[in-house]
């Protein structure tokens, strides 16, 4: 069974903090994504990865960062957190033909306080 | 990046009735996957059309994609409460996808 899992499902953090979330496939999938899920604006790709140490800016990167030291960990980093950065943030993989799914890990709801 | 529009943001039904949610955009769809994320949940894949014109079927719902692959609809037939949830579409292009803004669809018992 396929498994895209992430570190937490809610976190509160502060403005100015650093945020990591971790994003972990077992899949050995070479693809790997960050979005943010806000009401009314559906599903926007902040990152993506499509191999070790490769990153490829989405549709709305400023404020964030990202690591893929390893194939299956894929992490984006808040380097100073913001309230306009509470958001669901969810990660998915697939694997690297044109029209292979994507699969989704369970979201991480951040509150930027 | 790619801009696709999905039509209507929200749709109550009574349970029973029929529901559709349309995915549109300006430019030539690669090739439309589509995802229903349930309330609390993640989106999980339902269906890929690639070909012009290509209609499939799940059940009670029908996907379809329009002859200039530039919309493409899903149609569910005699609404369930287990059918619930935010349907999203998402074009593909490259190694990217673009997702629609989803409809959040409610059904009344």
């Known amino acids: 069974d396929v498994k895209v899992t992430q570190s937490s499902r809610y976190l509160v953090k502060r403005t100015g903090e650093k945020v990591f979330l971790e994003c972990v496939q077992d899949?050995?999938?070479?693809?790997m994504f960050w979005y943010r899920q806000d009401p009314g604006l559906g599903l926007r790709l902040i990152y993506f990865s499509y191999d070790v140490k490769m990153k490829e800016k989405g549709d709305i990167p400023e404020g964030y960062s990202v690591s893929r030291e390893k194939k299956e960990r894929f992490s984006l980093i808040l380097e100073s957190a913001s309230t306009n950065q509470t958001s669901m943030y969810l990660c998915?993989?697939?694997?690297?033909?044109?029209?292979?799914?994507?699969?989704f890990g369970p979201g991480t709801r951040l509150t930027v306080l | 990046g790619q801009q696709v529009m999905q039509i209507p943001q929200y749709q109550h039904v009574q349970e029973g009735e029929d529901f559709t949610t349309y995915c549109n955009s300006s430019?030539?769809?690669?090739?439309i996957q589509w995802y229903k994320q349930r309330p609390g949940g993640h989106p999980v894949f339902l269906i890929q059309?690639?070909?012009?014109?290509e209609v499939k079927k799940q059940k009670r719902l029908t996907f379809q994609f329009g002859e200039a692959k530039k919309n493409s609809s899903l149609h569910i037939t005699a609404t369930q409460t287990t059918d619930v949830g935010t349907y999203f579409c998402a074009d593909q292009t490259g190694n990217q996808f673009y997702f629609g803004t989803g409809t959040s669809l409610t059904v009344i018992p």
């Open positions: 998915a993989s697939n694997s690297i033909p044109i029209g292979d799914t994507q699969y």
């Open positions: 430019t030539t769809l690669s090739n």
């Open positions: 899949m050995d999938h070479e693809n």
């Open positions: 059309l690639v070909k012009s014109g």
